[in-house]
């Protein structure tokens, strides 16, 4: 599997339930930037979770476990309860395949916000059909992450999305 590149909690949670959930480490001197992580499967986002969280430490990592979720927490939509809106977050890391509104319609919602249409958004998915990597793009993907199914793979995949963030986003800019 590989990593296609377009242009341009200080501990583990053990799954998460339909709310959203916040991870952050403080303390570290270095200014803390915001990443909303959108993944259904509880494994993937505490994997997800746990590898960002080792490999960069000043992240504030908002999750969210549905595209509908999502939309409330970047103040698209409005939710029949209260949810915590979180600061502008430097790069969004999505889903596709998501319940209640799927990824695809999300990355369409956020790219025609202006206000969020900068926001780098990194697909993560396991799909590796060429005209769905091709459609993420022309909706304004920045970039395409397959999710392969071995472990080891995932960690692999992980590590060249750290260097992602780090060569592409204001992310790796505190490290320059």
């Known amino acids: ?42 494994d993937h986002a505490e994997i997800i979770t ?13 999750l969210a476990s549905d595209g509908q979720q999502a939309l409330e927490i970047l103040g698209l939509t409005q939710s029949a309860k209260p949810v ?6 430097k790069i ?10 799927d990824g695809t319609e999300v990355l369409k919602i956020i790219k025609a916000s202006p206000a969020l249409k900068k926001i780098p958004v990194i697909v993560l998915t396991t799909s590796e059909r060429k005209e769905e990597v091709k ?6 993907a920045n970039s395409y992450i397959v999710k392969p199914g071995k472990f080891e793979d995932f960690m692999g995949q992980l590590k060249k999305l750290r260097a992602y963030l780090e ?10």
């Open 50 to 62: 746990r590898v960002l969280r080792k490999m960069m430490r000043n992240l504030n990592i908002r």
């Open 1 to 42: 599997m590989e990593t296609r590149n377009g242009p341009g909690r200080s501990e583990a949670v053990y799954g998460f339930t339909e709310e959203t959930m916040t991870y952050s480490s403080k303390g570290n001197g270095m200014s803390e930037q915001t990443v909303l992580l959108v993944e259904d499967n509880p």
């Open 167 to 176: 060569d592409y986003t204001i992310l790796g800019s505190e490290k320059k």
């Open 92 to 101: 969004i890391l999505l889903d596709i395949r998501l319940p209640k509104i």
């Open 84 to 89: 915590e809106k979180i600061p502008t977050p």
């Open 135 to 140: 459609k993420m793009y022309a909706l304004g």
